[in-house]
Every structure is written in C-alpha cells, then in structure tokens.
C-alpha cells in the first residue's frame, strides 16, 4: 500500500494536477484561519502548545483511519494526502516561465522568476544558482515529504506539510492570523530545521550514490554529524559535489537542467529502494 500510494501519488501529480485545490498550501491557510477564530488560537501562541498545535491536524487525520480500520480508505487517503503535500504547481508554473525566458533569451526575465521562487520558498540563500535552488526546491517538496510518510504515514506528511508551509509564510506574515500562529520566526525555523535534518543527509547519500560518489560522499561525511549546518546548504553542497559543473556554467539552462535530471535520478533511486523494501517485507 505504501508504495502504490507513492506512485499513484507521484503520476497523478504530474499528469492532472492543475489547480490550487490540489496544493497543501491552500488547507494549511485554512487551518491558519480555523485556529484564529477559535479556541486553538490559545494553543498555538502557546510556547509549548504550539508543537501539539502542529501535530493536530495529523493526528486527527491518523485517528479517523485507525478507526475506520479499511484498506482502501487508508490507500484513498494517503495517495490525496501525498498528492497534496507534493503538489506545487505555483512552482512548476514559475518553472515553466524561467524556462521559456532561458529558451528566448531574456536573462533579465529569468532573473525575476527564479527571484520570485526564492522569495516564496523563504529561502535567503542568494549565492546559489538556479540550478542549486531548484534541487532545494525538489527536496522540500519530494525528498522530505516521502522520507516522512515512509516513517509515519499520512501524520507525518500533514505535519511536515504544515510545517513547511509556516516557514514559508514567514516573510509574508501580512495577516494578525500567522502573526499569532507562527510566534516566533526562530521557533517555525528550529521545528523545520529538525524535520529536514535527517532526510537531508539521507538524500544526499543519494545524491552520492547517484552522481560523482567520493566528491559527493567527501561533502556529506563533513556535514553528516553537524546539528548546527543550515539543510539548504547540506543538500546544495554535496548536489553540487555529485554533479560538477564549469563555473560559467552557473545561473543558466544546462545548470538548471543538470541539477533537476540530478534530483530526479536521486527520486528514482529512492523509489526503486522503496520498491526492493516493501518486496522484502520490510515496508507495509
């Protein structure tokens, strides 16, 4: 079930999702909302509440399967649940634009699109390339997202999700509603920053498996037992380490292009692994 909720998720993201009603964006700002009208809004400005603030929706979500006690269900709800948490289609749009202004030549214009996926992100990395932010990008919304549902299920996909999606609105907190929610910005990045620590590492031991593997394994070894080193830097170094390229090379399509066939093949493996596990029974 695991791995069949995986690829279906993984297919129906790519061929039909097409609208905001598919991105986990959209229920996470409605959780927002919920929790500023009600009760919730003590717990979530809560410095300790604040952490089960985050696991509720997950946690309800997990109970109402366990009680249900159905296969199917169970297959029906993480395959929407995945295909939520993976769902970014604003990104692919944005994508999609850098990449007709590369193929036309207009520099300036592919400049202020992959600015405009920086600043959504909330990534403040501005000395990486297009290609180092798009493998970022590609982590956040695959790596991690699987590593955590193949460790707890739709719980840990909706709990990251919401997570991820906090961080993300740190630099847009426009509303008294995130304002109350997030509390502190160093809080949503210290909760981020430990959900993504692990995967982080796992992947780029994919990076190395899949790439140059004694550049790639060099770069992961020096950050592998750093509690401290920012995760965006991890995956970008040794990405980069695993798939090197000429530095006039940098901020244009082949970078680009490299570096997402790069987070692919990693997907793959990862996949295949997955595959090979749950044949082994050591996944359900």
């Known amino acids: 079930m695991t791995l069949i909720s995986m690829l279906l998720a993984l297919i129906i993201e790519r061929l039909a999702v097409r609208s905001d009603a598919w991105q986990a964006g959209r229920y996470c700002r409605g959780y927002v909302r919920f929790t500023a009208g009600s009760a919730l809004s ?3 400005s809560h410095n300790l509440g604040q952490f089960l603030w985050l696991a509720i929706p997950g946690g309800v979500v997990m109970l109402l399967l366990c009680m249900a006690d159905s296969h199917l269900l169970n297959l029906l709800v993480n395959t929407v649940v995945l295909l939520l948490a993976i769902g970014c289609w604003h990104y692919r749009q944005l994508y999609k634009q850098y990449l007709n202004a590369m193929e036309r030549g207009d520099e300036e214009a592919a400049f202020i699109t992959m600015q405009q996926i920086r600043t959504d992100m909330g990534s403040n990395k501005e000395q990486h390339s297009y290609g180092q932010l798009l493998v970022w990008l590609n982590f956040r919304y695959y790596a991690a ?19 991820r999606h906090l961080q993300e609105a740190v630099d847009e907190q426009d509303s008294a509603d995130y304002a109350s929610c997030l509390g502190s910005d160093s809080k949503v990045n210290c909760v981020a920053h430990w959900a993504e620590w692990f995967p982080a590492r796992l992947f780029g031991l994919g990076f190395a498996l899949v790439g140059h593997f004694s550049r790639a394994s060099t770069a992961l ?5 750093d ?5 965006e830097q991890v995956v970008v170094d040794v990405a980069t380490a ?6 006039d090379s940098l901020n244009t399509l082949e970078d680009s292009s490299y570096m997402v066939q790069l987070a692919k093949r990693n997907m793959l493996f990862f996949l295949a692994l997955t595959a090979i596990l749950t044949l082994t029974g050591w996944l359900g």
């Open 242 to 247: 695993a798939e090197t390229l000429p530095a």
């Open 227 to 231: 509690f401290t080193a920012d995760n």
């Open 145 to 163: 997202v699987v590593f955590w549902f193949l460790l707890l299920g739709a719980f840990g996909v909706i709990t990251y999700a919401l997570v």
């Open 221 to 225: 070894l020096g950050y592998f037992l």
């Open 42 to 44: 003590r717990l979530s």
